[in-house]
């Protein structure tokens, strides 16, 4: 079982930045893909950034403003967002694959006012 915690969210300006953290727990581990995803009001819910060991992959809208990154030691996923756009408005929600299985925390919500 894995249980994944986000923290970081609020209300910023636009332009501003804002760093999330998402931590887990349980049978999870270096390995397992972890990412960042976004579900604003009305629309799905779609991948902002995801790291997989070294690897990370990015929405094209967020490229150079966004970094995602991970400490394997404290079984924590940050996401480090620059220059936030009015658009970038919703819950941002942690995931982790673990042997087949998608986890995802509770959310974290960014409000973005313009």
């Known amino acids: 079982q894995v249980q994944l915690v986000e923290s ?4 910023v ?5 804002l760093r999330l953290s998402c931590a887990a727990s349980g049978s999870i581990f270096s390995t397992n893909p972890m ?6 009001p009305g629309k799905q819910r ?16 967020v490229k150079g403003r966004f970094t995602i990154s991970r400490d394997n030691a404290k079984k924590t996923v940050y996401l480090q967002m620059n220059s936030l756009k009015a658009e970038e408005t919703g819950v941002y929600f942690c995931n982790a694959l673990v042997f087949g299985n998608n986890y995802w925390g509770q959310g974290t919500q960014v409000t973005v006012s313009s």
Do not use: F, P
């Open 13 to 17: 300006q636009a332009g501003e930045s």
């Open 35 to 40: 990412g960042w995803y976004r579900q604003a």
């Open 46 to 61: 779609e991948l902002v950034a995801r790291i997989t060991r070294g690897d990370t992959t990015y929405a094209d809208s």
């Open 8 to 11: 970081g969210g609020g209300l």
